[in-house]
C-alpha cells in the first residue's frame, strides 16, 4: 500500500530538490517497527537536508525528518506493540536513514521512546529535538551546580526551536533568563514564556569587547556558536557555566582563555543525537512533567509536506519562529 512521503533528490548536476510521491512501504529501509507518522518536527539540521547543505545526507533519494511522533503499524521487537505511541530524534534518522518526513517510517526499535505520559503524539513533537535539547542542556547546568538563585541565564537564538523552548523550560524552573535574539518583534512573546530580559543581537555585538568583560550570567544556553559565543564568554560569572548547543551565526569561536583560567568558567558541548536510549526517557519524562503547551501555543505553526522546501530556506534564513510542526497526511 502506498503512502505520501516527500521525497529528496538529487540531479546529474547536483542540484537538490525535494517534491511530495507516492511510495511503496516496500520501498522503506531496513528496521523492526513501521510507524505511522502523526507528526514530524522541522529542525535546522532538516533545513541543511532538504537543500544538501552540510553533506548530511549521503544517499539519494531520501526522506528527511529527523523526529517524528506516531502510532506502531507493525513490530518485530518485542518491546513495541501495534497501536503504541512512540517518539523518534536523533540517532541520525533523516540524515543517513529516511526519516520523518513521510506517512510512514520504518525504523530500529533501538532508536524509540515511548511516549510519554502527559504528553499528546502533537505535544511531543512541539518540543521534537529542539525540546529534548533544551531539556538536556538545562539538565548539564544543573548537574554542574547550576541553581536558580545563583542569577541570570542567558538564552541565544532566544526566538528559534531550541531557544525559545530553553527560555520556558528555565522559565518553569524559576530561573532568571533574558533571551538574546536578532529579531525585537518577538521581544513580548518571548517575556510572556519566560523571560525576564531580552537583549538585542546587533546591541550585545555593537558593545566594545574587552578580554573580559563585566560578570553579568550564571550561565548560558548558546545556540548559534560564533562572534556570540566568543562573546558571552567573556560575561559569564565566576564558575559559571556555559552549554554549546548550537551553529546558527557560524562555527567559529574567537575568545581567549581568560574566562576559563580567571573565572573558572566551564564551556561543555550538547549532542542530543547519539544520547543513549535512558538518558532519552529520562528526559522525556520530566519534559513531560515541564513542558506547559498552552503558553507555547503562539509560537507553533503547522504546514503540510509540500510546504518543507520553502520552510527550508526559511529555516536557514534565521526567519522560523519558535517551532514548524508538520503534519503528514
Ligand atoms: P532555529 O532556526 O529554530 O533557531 C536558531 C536561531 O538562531 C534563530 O531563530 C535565530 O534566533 C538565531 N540565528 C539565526 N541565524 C543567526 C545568525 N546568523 N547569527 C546569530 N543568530 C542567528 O534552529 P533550532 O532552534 O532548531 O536549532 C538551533 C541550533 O542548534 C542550530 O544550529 C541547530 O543545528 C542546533 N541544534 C543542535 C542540537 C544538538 O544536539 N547539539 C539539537 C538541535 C539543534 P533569533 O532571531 O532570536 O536571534
Redesign the pocket.
Known sequence: MSFRALLTERDDAGLVSSRVQAIDEAALPEGDVVVDVAWAGF???D??CLTGGGALVRNYPHVAGVDFSGTVRSSSDPRYREGQSVVLT?WRVGEIHWGGFAQRARVKADWLVPLPDGLTLRDAMVLG??G??AM?AIERLEAAGLKPEDGDVLV??????????AISLLGRLGYAVT?????PE?EAGLRALGASGFLR?DDFLAEAAKPLESARWAAAID??????LGRLLKQVRYGGVVA???????IALETNVLPFILRAVTLI?????MQPTPVRVAAWQRLAGLFDSASYARHVEEVRLEDLPDAAKR?????????VLVRPD
Open positions: 529542525n535546522y539540521k533545513g541543511l536523533g529535538t529542539a529534548l535539547t538536556l541565544t537564538g532566544g526566538s528559534g526551536g531550541v531557544g525559545s523552548l533571551a538574546l535574539s536578532g529579531r518577538h543581537r545556540n548559534v556558536g560564533g562572534a556570540i554549546s548547543v548550537g551553529n546558527a551565526g557560524g558541548g550538547i549532542d542530543s543525537v529555516i536557514l534564513s534565521g526567519q522560523v519562529h519558535g517551532r
